[in-house]
C-alpha cells in the first residue's frame, strides 16, 4: 500500500522566513499530489495541487510545490512566510489517476510562525 | 458561506452507545467522504458515496456505518463506539470520483470523546 511520509511534524520560524516542508510518497506509478492546509479552528482546504504538466505548481497565498517524481517528493515551499501562515500543512497523494477514491494523506506538519 | 457543514463539532457519548454524526453539503457535488483523523495522525479514509453507491474502505471495521439518504446528507453511525474510537471524524465532498485531480472540499470536522 502506498504511503505518505511529511518529515517534520512542527516547524517554527520567524516572519520572513523561507519555508520548505518535505513530502514523499511510496507509489510508482502515476499520481496525483496535493497540499491542505488547515488554519486555528478551521477546516481543511486546499491549497494547491498537481495532477499533470509542468512540475511547478503556484498555489494561494504566495505557496508553491515542486513535483520530482524521480525523488517521489512533492515540497511546498513559500519565500517569505507571514504570522498568518500559522497553520497545520498535510501532503496528500492521490494513485488512481482515474478516481478519486484513493486519496491517502501525510501526518501533518505544524507550523508556527513568530511575529 | 459554509459549503460542508458537520454538526455537531463536538460529541459526547458511552462506551457501546450507538452515535451519529451528520454532514451536508451545499456543494450539490456527487461524491461524500467520512474521514478518521486520530491525534497527530494523517486522515484516514473510512468510505465514500458516489451518488447512491457506497464503497467501503477495506480495513473500516464493521462498527461503522454510513447511510446517504440524498444529496445534501451523509450520515456515520458508529453501532457500538469503543476508547479507540474517540477522534476527529471528517466530511469531505467532491464534484465527480473520475479523474483522480478531483479538490476535496472538508467540513470542519466533529470531535468524538467516548467515555
Known amino acids: 500500500a502506498q504511503s505518505v511520509s511529511q518529515h517534520n511534524h512542527h516547524v517554527i520560524l520567524s516572519e520572513a522566513a523561507s519555508l520548505e516542508l518535505g513530502c514523499n510518497y511510496s507509489y510508482g506509478g502515476t499520481v496525483n499530489l496535493f497540499w491542505y492546509v488547515q488554519y486555528p479552528g478551521q477546516h481543511l482546504q486546499l491549497l494547491l495541487k498537481?495532477?499533470?504538466?509542468?512540475?511547478l505548481v503556484k498555489g494561494i497565498k504566495g505557496f508553491e510545490a515542486e513535483f520530482i517524481k524521480s525523488k517521489f517528493s512533492f515540497n511546498l515551499r513559500k519565500p517569505s512566510v507571514q504570522w498568518s501562515d500559522t497553520a497545520e500543512y498535510f501532503c496528500?497523494?492521490?494513485?488512481?489517476?482515474?478516481?478519486?477514491?484513493?486519496?491517502?494523506f501525510g501526518a501533518g506538519t505544524r507550523l508556527t510562525v513568530k511575529p | 458561506d459554509a459549503m460542508v457543514i458537520q454538526n455537531p463539532r463536538y460529541q459526547v457519548t458511552q462506551f457501546g452507545k450507538p452515535v451519529t454524526l451528520s454532514c451536508s453539503q451545499t456543494l450539490n457535488h456527487n461524491v461524500m467522504y467520512w474521514y478518521q483523523q486520530k491525534s497527530s495522525q494523517a486522515p484516514k479514509l473510512l468510505f465514500h458515496y458516489y451518488d447512491k453507491d457506497f464503497n467501503n474502505e477495506a480495513d473500516t471495521p464493521d462498527n461503522f456505518q454510513s447511510r446517504r439518504p440524498n444529496t445534501s446528507f451523509c450520515f456515520l453511525d458508529i453501532r457500538s463506539p469503543g476508547l479507540g474510537d474517540a477522534a476527529m471524524y471528517l466530511c469531505?465532498?467532491?464534484?465527480?470520483?473520475?479523474?483522480?485531480?478531483?479538490?476535496?472540499?472538508f467540513g470542519p470536522g466533529t470531535r468524538l470523546l467516548v467515555l
Open positions: 469531505a465532498t467532491s464534484r465527480d470520483l473520475r479523474g483522480g485531480g478531483e479538490t476535496q472540499y
Open positions: 496528500a497523494v492521490n494513485s488512481d489517476p482515474y478516481n478519486n477514491n484513493d486519496m491517502r
Open positions: 498537481y495532477f499533470s504538466g509542468d512540475p
